[in-house]
């Protein structure tokens, strides 16, 4: 079997995400980091499947849950860290932290801790794309349970009735939170929401990028021929809390380990032993991304601590 | 090159747009049947026709058009939009609050969102409670977004043309009952003024009244009718109230010793308080207690001779004034 | 050809709406009534389709084009006319006015101003019923142009998710205000949102207050039997301004005579003719209609204007 | 039949819960996360398991959540819907300020709305800007709707119990940097108190302090360290801001001669200017202005040594109880 260069390229972007939040885990559990930490393990396939079809002059819009979406956009790791850690180095010099970081020189417009919130100013990136000849393209990633905040839907609407160029990213990792998105619709198929507005809409494995890349590469064309939007609900599941802290115990017995089974890096680790990669191969990935995260992190925590005295800068011109 | 033109509010808000559309290509004006219709009530007329796609109208959904105008400003754009009653940003609140807001502090400036939401509030005859409140104090305690409330058609110009050169979030609101108003001179064409500022409507020595909004009509009035009395009123129309001068309240103050605050808003935990403090706090002395006049605090009624009892009234203001001159 | 004493009901039903809307616009031209009116002509159908499908125990909920659904819901002329006088005998003594009333002592519990919100309040009022053994279906209407406010697709999300007893009728005219609904969605069919949410929905024809009569029974029945919502677009055109003052310039030429050919009075007026009702049956059914609101507007023009010193009362208990 | 239980506030808020759905069978309580999984804090943690279907979770959708419970309340149920985070309000404002609030007075008192919002909002170290504001002074403009805010166990059940027995709309503002504090003897079971009143939390004759919320902590440790310096102060904890007991302040104010007052919100129309206008305007003689302590008028950065720098620390409380007093 042939094993394409692609492969090997998501399998490091995965583990790149994966490291990232393997420390950030510990350093908030060291006390380093404070406050509401989101991680994305088990959801990296998203971010990197779909960011590998983007271009330098589309935006990009996440939500709380965006350290990965960043690194993959092309957010230098130690930017990110800095940013958790509250250095001057950080992307917001601290100002953003976990939640709520923006980096747009890497076309990474920002996270957003309202559920849903991001939509609609998404929608505003593409908008702007119509006039402006930059030939943007916007996306914006929201979970299943954003699927119930009524923005969302307006921001679908608007972008159909307007032929705007943005791709509408739906993370469906079955919770919102602490509660089952099926028991909170009836229709488990989010993606027909998008369908009755006249959105081109189409649900894939989450947990594989080559299929997110696919449908996020048509999505970028779909919206650059004048399209206008598509809708993509990738499903997944996240093998870690909610938020740092989250006992899951509302997850019925079993299940976290079976979702480990199928979580995107063993999964492309065993596709790849399929088609005959070594062992050697597979560890030096691994081994390079965390080379890399630990090299950034290191650097993150050598910075000086953002300056108080800066506090009251910034709010207007 | 400035020259003058006869306008109404609302025609001297469409001017300004107008030129607002013409001389800065970024900007984009929007909201719900402001393009092919004109809006509601007629300031955006001809616009479309004059600037093609830049101007169009949107869905009922002041969450998406908000949130669009945000992520169209993050971007490079300058967009112009209008929620056609004050009451109606509360349906999208967090998009003002939350997210515009944010922008640039949070980014560290790496990121700004040179938006412009126009509206209108307040009560005209008949109005319900829906479309009836004046909420600029809700506005003026979130730190990030900048005010101004125009009343005369020169300043529904002025204060349009500095709103939409501000690189900040700006909130206009004005007032439907303005908008279709005696036509007045106005000056167009001349340079953009900085944010800020007042407008000092009457002179005088024995109390300041600060003020804002459609209102400053009433508070005219009862200046006029009290001067019969021997009361001589500073009159300071806050035309911005963020950034708000107070210095010009302090300045006054110190000179007349007495404080009014008049604004339709209701009362409690109306910007008038905030007003109030302000001079207070600075200890310039103060020969009667301050005053405020504004709605009682209830909602709104539309029965006509309810909605009199609740909003003030020009006599309100003149018992007002003699109470705090003791005259 | 039968007549049924259906056909001749609804026929007085919509003439009591249409007198009252006539009457209405010309006390608001002379003067005597004040402020923002919005009249229903042309969309009588819907109301009396539907409230001679509802119990004394359902809610119903409408917007500030709600005159005509309030009568049809049973509530007296003469206490709408008055609250739109500003009298002591108005349903709310004046503080509701034309587009904020209520008269819950007839099921009637209220227009609504701001698009939209009605449909969150009525799935609560069935979110009651759940629990207090009334029976109670809450009913909630709202036009074309509400569909685009996402607390409606969230009050639906939440009804269907929970099997809440609520009737969603959607009045389409057509047009939001000045703005026609097509330029301002990408599909037309508006019920297809409420399919994708698992809702059961159904097209009707508005003009015709049999077919919107069949539709709100079977959903009355469908909750009342624990099945949940039901939405219904309802199609009609409306023969006025959106308020008056309006002077529809945005229709395009000989559109609205051609929707008066249509409207349901003019419509049902004809079929009754053509089962062998009489002219004079017909003249004896508007007439009644006139007597009838002229003595309400009569009785209401005489009752004294509610009293400014009560301004302060019912903000609390 | 009063007894005491040792409780954390978190536990004191899940007693009175408890108490409400078991003594009003028409209770609903509901939110986000609150049912099966007993609330992101735990606080409705057993209460689906001892009151079934009344307690329920809902989907991500406040509108439709806050909305429910105007409908619900409406036909006579009393629903308890909790909003996870106060700045999450926003999204949906318009079902507190456009519906919630005009329920009882549009209707000339023939409909009402006996609905509990549980909230809680302000800073905890880390929190971004969108999960840290003091929206208290958003909700005091607003007519129809009372608000509590409760900073002990023994408060937060009282109060709890008094807003859902109250019928009318209320927020209760809770705070999570409390829910797991330290334990204390709660009276439960006794009588429900009517709405309204304040909390006495210091005895003294310099200054009057006027504050609410968590920042009640700070200020009480403020005063116990200028104590050393013989300033002593009444501290009024104003646990219901709507009503307010602007009585209880006045009577203070007229004994010390001075007033400072203290909230976590920023401080430019904050609820402070209110306190500090209605002292002023009564005339009570002061022997020094008023003073205000808040937070600086910025959003709230994530970094903690940031929001240290905008948010009112002990040593700011100190200072301006020293400048107010003149030791
Ligand atoms: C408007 C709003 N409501 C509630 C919350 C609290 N909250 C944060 S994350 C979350 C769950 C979101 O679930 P989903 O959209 O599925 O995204 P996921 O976290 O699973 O990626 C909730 C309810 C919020 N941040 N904003
Ligand atoms: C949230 C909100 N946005 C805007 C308005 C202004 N407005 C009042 S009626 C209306 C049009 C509504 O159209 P539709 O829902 O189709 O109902 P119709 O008037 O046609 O019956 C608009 C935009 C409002 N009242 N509330
Ligand atoms: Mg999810
Ligand atoms: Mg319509």
């Given at each position: 079997?042939?094993?394409?260069?692609?492969?090997?390229?998501?399998?490091?972007?995965?583990?790149?995400?994966?490291?990232?939040?393997?420390?950030?885990?510990?350093?908030?559990?060291?006390?380093?980091?404070?406050?509401?930490?989101?991680?994305?393990?088990?959801?990296?396939?998203?971010?990197?499947?779909?960011?590998?079809?983007?271009?330098?002059?589309?935006?990009?819009?996440?939500?709380?849950?965006?350290?990965?979406?960043?690194?993959?956009?092309?957010?230098?790791?130690?930017?990110?860290?800095?940013?958790?850690?509250?250095?001057?180095t950080?992307?917001n010099?601290?100002r953003?932290?976990?939640?709520?970081?923006?980096?747009?020189?890497?076309?990474?417009?920002?996270?957003?801790?309202?559920?849903?919130?991001?939509?609609?100013i998404?929608?505003?990136?593409?908008?702007?794309?119509?006039?402006?000849?930059?030939?943007?393209?916007?996306?914006?990633?929201?979970?299943?349970?954003?699927?119930?905040?009524?923005?969302?839907?307006?921001?679908?609407?608007?972008?159909?009735?307007?032929?705007?160029?943005?791709?509408?990213?739906?993370?469906?990792?079955?919770?919102?939170e602490?509660?089952?998105?099926?028991?909170?619709?009836?229709?488990?198929?989010?993606?027909?929401?998008?369908?009755?507005?006249?959105?081109?809409?189409?649900?894939?494995?989450?947990?594989?990028?080559?299929?997110?890349?696919?449908?996020?590469?048509?999505?970028?064309?779909t919206?650059?021929?004048?399209?206008?939007?598509?809708?993509?609900?990738?499903?997944?599941?996240?093998?870690?809390?909610?938020?740092?802290?989250?006992?899951?115990?509302?997850?019925?017995?079993?299940?976290?380990?079976?979702?480990?089974?199928?979580?995107?890096?063993?999964?492309?680790?065993?596709?790849?032993?399929?088609?005959?990669?070594?062992?050697?191969t597979?560890?030096?990935?691994?081994?390079?991304?965390?080379?890399?995260?630990?090299?950034a992190?290191?650097?993150?925590?050598?910075?000086?601590?953002?300056?108080?005295?800066?506090?009251?800068?910034?709010?207007?011109? | 090159?400035?020259?003058?033109?006869?306008?109404?509010?609302?025609?001297?808000?469409?001017?300004?747009?107008?030129?607002?559309?013409?001389?800065?290509?970024?900007?984009?004006?929007?909201?719900?049947?402001?393009?092919?219709?004109?809006?509601?009530?007629?300031?955006?007329?001809?616009?479309?026709?004059?600037?093609?796609?830049?101007?169009?109208?949107?869905?009922?959904?002041?969450?998406?058009?908000?949130?669009?105008?945000?992520?169209?400003?993050?971007?490079?754009?300058?967009?112009?939009?209008?929620?056609?009653?004050?009451?109606?940003?509360?349906?999208?609140?967090?998009?003002?609050?939350?997210q515009?807001?944010?922008?640039?502090?949070?980014?560290?400036?790496?990121?700004?969102?040179?938006?412009?939401?126009?509206?209108q509030?307040?009560?005209?005859?008949?109005?319900?409670?829906?479309?009836?409140?004046?909420?600029?104090?809700?506005?003026?305690?979130v730190?990030?977004?900048?005010?101004?409330?125009?009343?005369?058609?020169?300043?529904?110009?002025?204060?349009?043309?500095?709103?939409?050169?501000?690189?900040?979030?700006?909130?206009?609101?004005?007032n439907?009952?303005?908008?279709?108003?005696?036509?007045?001179?106005?000056?167009?064409?001349?340079?953009?003024?900085?944010?800020?500022?007042?407008?000092?409507?009457?002179?005088?020595?024995?109390?300041?009244?600060?003020?804002w909004?459609?209102?400053?009509?009433?508070?005219?009035?009862?200046?006029?009718?009290?001067?019969?009395?021997?009361?001589?009123?500073?009159?300071?129309?806050?035309?911005?109230?963020?950034?708000?001068?107070?210095?010009?309240?302090?300045?006054?103050?110190?000179?007349?010793?007495?404080?009014?605050?008049?604004?339709?808003?209701?009362?409690?935990?109306?910007?008038?308080?905030?007003?109030?403090?302000?001079?207070?706090e600075?200890?310039?002395?103060?020969?009667?207690?301050?005053?405020?006049?504004?709605?009682?605090?209830?909602?709104?009624?539309?029965?006509v001779?309810l909605?009199?009892?609740?909003?003030?009234?020009?006599?309100?203001?003149?018992?007002?004034?003699?109470?705090?001159t003791?005259?």
């Amino acid at each position: 079997m042939r094993v394409s260069g692609e492969q090997l390229a998501d399998l490091l972007a995965m583990w790149r995400i994966r490291v990232l939040e393997e420390t950030i885990l510990s350093l908030r559990l060291d006390g380093r980091i404070v406050g509401s930490v989101h991680l994305e393990n088990g959801q990296e396939a998203i971010p990197v499947g779909a960011c590998r079809m983007l271009r330098p002059q589309d935006a990009l819009y996440s939500t709380y849950r965006g350290h990965g979406w960043a690194l993959a956009r092309g957010v230098p790791a130690t930017g990110i860290m800095a940013e958790l850690l509250y250095r001057r180095t950080g992307v917001n010099g601290g100002r953003g932290g976990s939640a709520h970081f923006s980096a747009p020189e890497y076309g990474f417009y920002g996270e957003n801790s309202i559920v849903g919130a991001g939509a609609p100013i998404a929608v505003g990136a593409a908008l702007a794309a119509k006039f402006d000849g930059s030939g943007r393209v916007a996306v914006t990633v929201f979970g299943d349970g954003a699927m119930n905040q009524g923005g969302v839907t307006e921001a679908m609407n608007m972008a159909a009735a307007m032929d705007l160029p943005v791709v509408f990213i739906c993370e469906n990792n079955k919770y919102s939170e602490l509660t089952p998105i099926n028991d909170m619709v009836r229709n488990p198929d989010l993606s027909a929401r998008a369908h009755a507005l006249g959105i081109p809409a189409v649900r894939v494995d989450g947990n594989d990028p080559a299929q997110v890349a696919t449908a996020v590469g048509l999505a970028v064309t779909t919206a650059e021929h004048g399209r206008g939007p598509t809708f993509i609900e990738a499903t997944t599941r996240r093998i870690v809390g909610h938020y740092i802290g989250d006992a899951q115990s509302y997850r019925p017995a079993g299940e976290l380990a079976e979702d480990e089974k199928h979580e995107p890096i063993v999964r492309l680790k065993k596709q790849l032993t399929l088609q005959g990669v070594t062992a050697e191969t597979l560890d030096g990935v691994e081994q390079r991304a965390r080379t890399e995260i630990a090299a950034a992190t290191e650097r993150a925590l050598a910075a000086p601590l953002s300056d108080p005295s800066t506090a009251r800068e910034h709010l207007y011109v | 090159m400035s020259e003058t033109a006869k306008l109404t509010y609302g025609g001297a808000i469409n001017a300004a747009l107008a030129r607002c559309l013409e001389q800065m290509p970024e900007t984009l004006l929007f909201g719900e049947d402001v393009a092919l219709p004109g809006g509601v009530f007629g300031v955006t007329r001809g616009l479309r026709k004059a600037f093609g796609e830049r101007v169009f109208d949107t869905p009922i959904s002041e969450t998406a058009m908000l949130g669009a105008a945000v992520g169209a400003a993050m971007t490079g754009r300058r967009p112009i939009v209008e929620i056609m009653w004050a009451d109606f940003m509360l349906v999208a609140f967090d998009q003002i609050v939350n997210q515009a807001a944010n922008v640039r502090y949070v980014s560290e400036g790496r990121l700004a969102a040179p938006l412009t939401i126009r509206t209108q509030q307040g009560n005209a005859p008949g109005a319900c409670a829906q479309h009836s409140q004046n909420l600029e104090a809700l506005l003026l305690h979130v730190p990030g977004i900048r005010v101004a409330m125009p009343v005369d058609a020169q300043d529904a110009y002025d204060l349009t043309l500095s709103a939409v050169t501000c690189d900040d979030p700006v909130v206009v609101i004005e007032n439907r009952t303005l908008y279709a108003g005696a036509k007045s001179e106005v000056r167009i064409g001349g340079p953009v003024e900085p944010i800020g500022g007042h407008r000092l409507r009457r002179a005088g020595d024995d109390v300041t009244i600060v003020t804002w909004g459609a209102i400053t009509g009433s508070v005219e009035a009862a200046v006029d009718l009290v001067a019969e009395d021997g009361i001589s009123a500073d009159v300071i129309e806050a035309v911005w109230l963020n950034p708000f001068d107070t210095e010009a309240v302090l300045a006054s103050v110190r000179r007349t010793g007495r404080l009014l605050v008049v604004h339709e808003a209701n009362l409690t935990g109306g910007f008038g308080a905030e007003v109030v403090a302000r001079v207070c706090e600075s200890g310039v002395p103060l020969s009667a207690p301050p005053r405020r006049v504004g709605a009682l605090d209830t909602r709104i009624p539309a029965a006509v001779q309810l909605a009199q009892a609740v909003l003030p009234q020009t006599g309100d203001i003149v018992d007002a004034l003699r109470a705090v001159t003791g005259k």
